[in-house]
């Protein structure tokens, strides 16, 4: 084989080569870029689903809020040993899922987290829950001081402990968007369920919900 044919044939490949890896280049350059799914979504400034803040539940299991991403959400804050307001609340809760259409209903999740970081141990709620005859589908949550203080704020949940243990606390029912922004909030006890309920069936809707003020 002549020492020529050889030259040109390894200019050849060379090229061959250099083709190859533009059209490889052009093809990922032009490909479509990957379509991003409903949980890469970005959260709204306003969710709660931003905070880092981690939570444990009655079952011993880790949890975040974010978790709650995509369902319409009811929470309260209470604590376990608290004997009349924290009772009626979770009468509240369970009149406010009650009032909801059967579909929507099973799509909505109650969340309870306590402030009592030192007695609502997972095993207390555990117990709690068995005592109330709550729901499997009911969300009981234990934090420590620095999670629960900042949830508190963001909710706008006032809480301060008493000499004997207990706590003198604001009563506030939020109900969340799915994308974990406040749509409204009931203050008080008693009062204001049907406006709260229509705010949870408004957020299994793909549009944000109104907010509505506070003890309508």
């Known amino acids: 084989m002549s020492s020529n044919w050889l030259f040109l044939l390894s200019i050849a490949t060379a090229c061959g080569g250099a083709a190859g890896a533009s059209l490889r280049a052009a093809d990922a350059c032009c490909a479509a870029p990957p379509v991003e799914t409903a949980a890469a979504a970005v959260l709204p400034d306003a969710s709660l689903y931003q905070a880092e803040v981690g939570f444990t539940t009655d079952a011993g299991a880790p949890f975040r809020l974010a978790e709650l991403r995509g369902r ?41 987290v306590s402030f009592d970081t030192a007695r ?69 006890l008693g009062g204001g369920v049907d406006a709260a309920a229509a705010a949870l069936a408004s957020a299994l809707s793909t549009t944000k919900p109104g907010a509505e003020g506070a003890g309508n």
Not at 130 to 137: E, F, I, K, T, Y
């Open 120 to 188: 609502d141990t997972p095993e207390a709620l555990k117990a709690f829950r068995a005592s109330r005859g709550l729901p499997d589908d009911w969300v009981l949550l234990h934090g420590d001081d620095d999670a629960v203080r900042e949830l508190a704020a963001l909710l706008g949940v006032k809480f301060k402990r008493e000499a004997d243990g207990n706590f003198a606390h604001s009563n506030l029912i939020t109900i969340l968007s799915k994308d974990g922004e406040i749509a409204h909030q009931r203050a008080g």
């Open 72 to 112: 319409p959400v009811a929470l309260a804050m209470f604590f376990s040993h608290c004997t009349y307001a924290c009772p009626a609340t979770v009468v509240d809760l369970t009149r406010i899922r009650e009032k909801l259409p059967e579909a929507i209903r099973a799509e909505a999740r109650i969340v309870m």
